[in-house]
């Protein structure tokens, strides 16, 4: 089993920054890609970042596009998402997640395992 925990959230003004990380611990070697995803109140978990653990172009949401950065450590052990520009539309929980096997997925059906969510508020 792979086990997620993230971290960096909290409340942040508009147009200010946050970078969340994710320390990935367990069958490591079980990760190909990472994704982020997140979710507010009363709508759908939403794709938010992925990447290929490997290389490749990292996949972005649309309104993440020019915002947000992920990024990973080489050795699987921690993923990030570094946002900037914040808007209060980004206000959600933001979960990470781990997928077996290369290639980036925006279906939350296609990753395994979940961290707990990290709460971010942006206050306008």
């Known amino acids: 089993q792979v086990q997620l925990a993230e971290s960096g959230g909290g409340l942040v003004q508009t147009g200010g920054s946050l970078r969340l990380s994710c320390a990935a611990s367990g069958r490591t070697q079980d990760i190909h890609a990472m994704g982020w995803f997140r979710q507010a109140p009363g709508k759908e978990r939403e794709f938010v970042a992925g990447?290929?653990?490997?290389?490749?172009?990292?996949l972005y949401t649309d309104s993440a596009k020019g915002r947000f950065t992920i990024s990973g450590d080489n050795t699987k052990v921690a993923a990030f998402l570094e946002m900037n520009n914040l808007k209060p539309e980004d206000s959600a929980n933001y979960y990470c997640?781990?997928?077996w096997g290369y290639g980036i997925s925006k279906f939350p059906r296609d990753y395994r395992y979940w961290g707990q969510g990290i709460r971010v508020i942006v206050n306008s």
């Open positions: 997640a781990s997928k």
């Open positions: 990447v290929n653990w490997g290389g490749g172009t990292p």
